[in-house]
């Protein structure tokens, strides 16, 4: 079992940043592929980042690729969502996932793929 607990959301102003962490429990933290997914109120859950067990490999919505950077620390047991140029369109409940992976550089963009989730934080981003 693996539990997830997301924080660092916030209300920032268009243009800002905000940097989300997701802590992991466990010892096996590398063998698990992480994602991050966000859903704004009355939409569905939508896919944004996604790394691979080892960090190697990283694979972002085209929405936000160029602004948000994925990362990953073994140590830690965390997963971060950099989060760059900041506008309102990218306010909504952000939320990580875990699935074990089936190699070190596999990565997966589907939320049905991830069988661990957080709690989510929320982000707001203000014109």
């Known amino acids: 079992q693996v539990q997830l607990v997301e924080s660092g959301g916030g209300l920032v102003q268009a243009g800002g940043s905000l940097r989300l962490s997701c802590v992991a429990s466990g010892r096996t933290f590398s063998s698990f592929a992480m994602g991050w997914f966000r859903q704004a109120p009355g939409k569905g859950r939508d896919f944004v980042a996604a790394?691979?067990?080892?960090?190697?490999?990283?694979f972002y919505a085209f929405s936000v690729k160029g602004r948000f950077t994925v990362s990953r620390d073994t140590a830690k047991n965390t997963v971060y969502l950099e989060m760059d140029s900041l506008n309102p369109e990218d306010t909504a409940v952000y939320y990580c996932?875990?699935?074990?992976?089936?190699?070190?550089?596999?990565?997966?963009?589907?939320?049905?793929?991830?069988?661990?989730w957080g709690q989510g934080t929320q982000v707001t981003v203000s014109s």
């Open positions: 996932a875990a699935v074990a992976a089936v190699s070190p550089y596999h990565y997966y963009r589907r939320g049905d793929d991830y069988h661990y």
């Open positions: 790394i691979s067990g080892s960090g190697d490999v990283r």
